[in-house]
């Protein structure tokens, strides 16, 4: 009897671009609230409405578009707004290669859409999923990627339109919103992970606090987070194996 309810079992589905995208919601308060700031940062700083979603569809960074609209301001050069966006976005490249063995059986110019809209939060989604046991694809990723993309463009245009009538974000916490997004994924990723890889992810996390706090003093921030992300990712590998 077993062995004829098991030719009838059901397989599990996989999942699909809606799923993506219903997996993506949790995460569209950080955007939408980290968006308007940055939109009405991008006004501030002499920017066009235009410009503002250019620059929200071409860069797709909060922290880099930020940094790029100080930097405007204060009159840097582009060589340099260039190579410290550059910088600053380096931690894509990590996250990126993170999830890339997921995605080995996909062509090369799928590989290069998904990575090419891979943000800390869809990492983070992603990563959730993963430490769960479950198989992401291709068409999940880019459903979860493709709705924060249109949610980030979308809500930074509002910022830029509607930025006259919120000109102190910090007000209302908006500020706060991207870091307690980042604090409710890692919790979520700690609370589906094994005793032993727990204890090696809070090790961890201490590690990148210690080791930032101490290249503060000599670097600037942005910097600091780059190096102490790339040694302690690499620490994590290396302990992990």
């Known amino acids: 009897m077993n062995e004829l309810l098991s030719d009838f079992k059901v397989e599990?589905?996989?999942?699909?671009?809606?799923?993506?995208v219903k997996d993506c919601i949790p995460t569209l308060m950080g955007y939408i609230s980290i968006g308007i700031a940055a939109g009405i940062v991008g006004t501030s700083s002499s920017l066009s409405i235009i410009e503002v979603?250019?620059?929200s569809g071409l860069v797709f960074a909060g922290a880099s578009q930020f940094i790029i609209c100080a930097l405007l301001v204060a009159g840097s050069p582009f060589s340099v707004?260039?190579?410290t966006t550059f910088i600053v976005n380096l931690r894509n490249f990590l996250l990126?290669?993170?999830?890339?063995?997921?995605?080995?059986?996909?062509?090369?110019?799928?590989?290069?859409?998904?990575g090419a809209l891979v943000t800390d939060e869809s990492f983070?989604?992603?990563?959730?999923?993963?430490?769960?046991?479950?198989k992401i694809n291709a068409d999940w990723m880019n459903g979860l990627n493709v709705m924060a993309y249109i949610c980030w463009?979308?809500?930074?245009l509002v910022g830029a339109v509607f930025g006259k009538w919120i000109a102190?974000?910090?007000?209302?916490?908006?500020?706060?919103?991207?870091?307690?997004?980042?604090?409710?994924?890692?919790?979520?990723?700690?609370?589906?992970?094994?005793?032993?890889?727990?204890?090696?992810?809070?090790?961890l996390i201490l590690y990148v606090a210690i080791t930032m706090f101490v290249?503060?003093?000599?670097?600037?921030?942005?910097?600091?987070?780059?190096?102490?992300?790339?040694?302690?990712a690499t620490i994590g590998v290396l302990k992990d194996k």
């Not at 463009?153 to 930074?156: G, I, M, R």
């Not at 290249?215 to 302690?232: E, G």
């Open 168 to 203: 102190n974000p910090e007000i209302y916490g908006l500020d706060f919103a991207l870091t307690a997004m980042f604090l409710a994924l890692l919790v979520l990723q700690l609370e589906n992970s094994k005793r032993g890889k727990l204890s090696l992810y809070l090790s």
């Open 124 to 134: 983070g989604v992603a990563a959730n999923k993963i430490a769960k046991g479950d």
């Open 12 to 20: 599990e589905k996989p999942y699909t671009f809606i799923h993506g």
């Open 81 to 83: 707004i260039l190579f």
């Open 96 to 114: 990126s290669m993170t999830l890339a063995p997921h995605f080995k059986k996909y062509s090369l110019m799928q590989n290069i859409g998904i």
């Open 53 to 55: 979603g250019l620059l």
């Open 215 to 232: 290249l503060c003093m000599f670097v600037p921030s942005y910097i600091a987070i780059i190096i102490s992300t790339v040694t302690v």
């Open 153 to 156: 463009v979308l809500s930074c």
